[in-house]
């Protein structure tokens, strides 16, 4: 019983929208990020990191403050421009290996407190208010979070009969990703879509769980302050690119530990044994095929770990999990790292073609010790969140990663 509703997005103008839309800041390196600063005066990077303009690092409140001005200064010189109905937005990307059809809406914050939104991270507090601070300051959210829902024939045969429509914007970047974005303006079928997904039992979020919680907080704020609050204001709401649970596409992190916890080789795979059975592979890079189905390297090698399923004990979704099995099992016990998020001697590489990486990482001396897991499926996160669960840090890699600066909603 999901609420969705439309809004009335701040979009770049049709001919700037290839040089406005870019990837998150954080995946960009310092090189990248000051070329695209100095030679694209339209990138959304401008509003983001508006201390370029003033050659300084700026932070906290003052950068919250510029950004909103780097923003207006967007709107006033046309580079962005405001839809003036309120509509859902049927956004493509089609990659070499995969695409994805889905929409830009805005979701409700109450869904969201009464866990028709179902959760499977655990978030940090003062980033969710740092972040809300930050909604509060610029007045607008341009990251969407990414939920997704139990594929459904009849909202599959809406978006796809909109697809068939001529795009508001169709472009290429420079990764040989296109992009298509439609503006779903018919009442009738948006009545048709807020009906379909008020008949689903759950959304579950795929990735943005700080952004949520975050609009959760300034929500509550706001609701506070206002005395005439009704619920519709647009701070009950945030936005949302919802896409089919079979369009989501699950990766794993490797873990890599800097030492051995004070034990030998030998010490460190006798230990091993009480849950594993250990296979030494002989030749090239060497990758876990199933679950419960470990890949790890160590001192030149790859050995292939498989769970004793007779000694270690299932007892809920999460003790099903592989993250949380190579926790409990050797990361913890064996290995002493207690707190995956902060201890400074493990660190994840994101599993797609991470293992090269993880294999060179350990042969430099880096690390001493990597393991490769398979991914996660989507039944698997079902069940964490539908339980109220808490998956363990850095178990899943998610992809569609979304451009920021293609829809904006204003708070």
């Not at 207690?338 to 430099?364: A, E, Q, V």
């Amino acid at each position: 019983m999901a609420r969705i509703e439309p809004f009335k997005a701040i979009r770049p103008a049709k001919d700037k929208v290839s040089f406005v839309a870019s990837r998150s800041y954080e995946e960009y390196s310092k090189n990248e990020l000051k070329a695209v600063l100095k030679y694209n005066p339209f990138s959304f990077l401008h509003i983001i990191n508006p201390g370029f303009k003033f050659e300084k690092n700026i932070t906290g409140e003052e950068r919250f403050k510029l950004v909103h001005n780097r923003y207006l200064e967007f709107l006033e010189d046309n580079i962005f421009t405001k839809d003036e109905e309120g509509c859902f937005y049927l956004y493509q990307i089609i990659k070499r290996d995969f695409k994805t059809l889905g929409f830009f809406c805005a979701c409700s914050i109450l869904d969201y407190q009464k866990d028709v939104i179902k959760k499977h991270e655990d978030t940090i507090q003062r980033r969710e208010q740092l972040f809300a601070n930050y909604l509060d300051t610029v007045g607008f959210n341009a990251e969407p979070v990414l939920m997704t829902y139990a594929d459904d024939e009849s909202i599959k045969n809406i978006l796809k009969n909109e697809a068939e429509k001529e795009p508001e914007y169709n472009f290429t970047t420079r990764d040989k990703v296109n992009h298509k974005l439609w503006k779903i303006a018919s009442k009738d079928i948006i009545e048709k879509l807020k009906t379909a997904f008020h008949d689903l039992d759950a959304l579950y979020i795929a990735d943005g769980h700080h952004r949520s919680a975050s609009s959760n907080l300034l929500a509550e704020k706001m609701k506070d302050k206002n005395k005439l609050h009704t619920g519709d204001e647009s701070y009950n709401f945030f936005m949302t690119y919802l896409i089919p649970e079979s369009e989501i596409r699950i990766y794993e992190f490797n873990r890599m530990v800097r030492d051995l916890n004070g034990l030998t080789t030998n010490e460190f795979l006798i230990k091993l044994d009480t849950y594993f059975r250990i296979e030494k592979k002989k030749d090239g890079l060497y990758r876990p095929t199933q679950k419960h189905h470990f890949s790890m390297y160590l001192d030149g090698e790859f050995y292939s770990l498989y769970l004793r399923k007779t000694v270690y004990k299932f007892t809920d979704a999460l003790s099903e999990l592989d993250t949380q099995i190579l926790y409990k099992t050797i990361l913890e016990p064996i290995l002493g790292i207690h707190d995956l998020r902060n201890d400074k001697r493990i660190s994840y590489g994101y599993g797609k073609h991470n293992i090269i990486k993880m294999k060179d990482s350990i042969d430099n001396g880096e690390f001493e010790v990597g393991f490769s897991l398979v991914p996660i499926n989507i039944n698997e996160i079902k069940a964490i969140a539908d339980a109220g669960l808490v998956m363990p840090p850095k178990s899943t890699y998610i992809e569609p990663k979304l451009r920021s600066g293609m829809a904006i909603y204003e708070l």
